[in-house]
């Protein structure tokens, strides 16, 4: 399966819930799951390659995947910093601010009910992944200028201009939630380039 990276619209359009688990969205459960796996992703959502469903997959280390329909978080619990990725922007991290503890539930692959308490890796993943299907993106609510590391930042201030936020924003896009986000970059690339990458890969996605 083909990853949507930004600016692709579909990113900010919120997933329409699962009515029945059929054989299509088994399909596209397990199809989901072998992309994550090939990229080395440990969380990924339907909208990430192109299909409008609350369905996410996961696996973190040393786990299970788990294929995770209607997910929802019932109640969350503090704050912290963590460090995050996207592979809807790839070359990318950011530090945000996540809950300590989440409480989350779904339904698997099977239709059977599942809730728990989460924390560490597995909350994180659970907020960033239905954050996706809710039209929510990491970049959002960037912090100040100043607050970047510049000397690892070619090209970044763009990102931050509100011009250029909008042309990855759909009219109808949903209420953001307020998480701050101090970006970093793996390699010095210029986001004009970053830019015609994403373009030329939205492009191939959009063919195949």
């Known amino acids: 399966m083909c990853i949507r990276d930004s600016p692709d619209p579909i990113l900010r359009k919120k997933c329409k819930p699962v009515k029945l688990i059929d054989s299509s969205i088994k399909k596209l459960a397990l199809d989901m799951v072998e992309t994550m ?50 592979l809807s922007f790839p070359g990318y991290q950011g530090i945000v601010k996540r809950s300590m503890r989440v409480k989350a539930r779904w339904l698997d692959i099977n239709g059977s009910y599942y809730k728990l308490s989460a924390e560490d890796l597995l909350s994180q993943v659970l907020e960033h992944e239905i954050d996706h299907l809710n039209g929510i993106l990491y970049i959002d609510h ?23 936020l909008n042309d990855i924003k759909s009219q109808n896009q949903p209420h953001i939630h307020d998480v701050d986000i101090n970006l970093i970059v793996d390699k010095a690339v210029s986001y004009t380039h970053l830019r015609a990458h994403e373009t030329l890969r939205y492009l191939v996605c959009r063919l195949v």
Do not use: M, W
């Not at 440990?42 to 995947?65: C, F, I, S, Y």
């Not at 960037?142 to 250029?164: F, R, S, T, V, Y």
């Open 142 to 164: 960037l912090l100040a200028h100043e607050k970047l590391n510049d000397a690892n930042q070619i090209g970044l201030k763009n990102i931050l201009d509100h011009e250029k």
């Open 37 to 86: 796996g090939y990229l080395g992703g440990v969380g990924l959502a339907a909208n990430q390659v192109g299909v409008l469903k609350r369905v996410v997959t996961l696996h973190l280390p040393e786990e299970d995947h788990r294929i995770l329909v209607n997910p929802e978080i019932t109640k969350s619990f503090g704050k912290r910093e963590v460090k995050e990725a996207c």
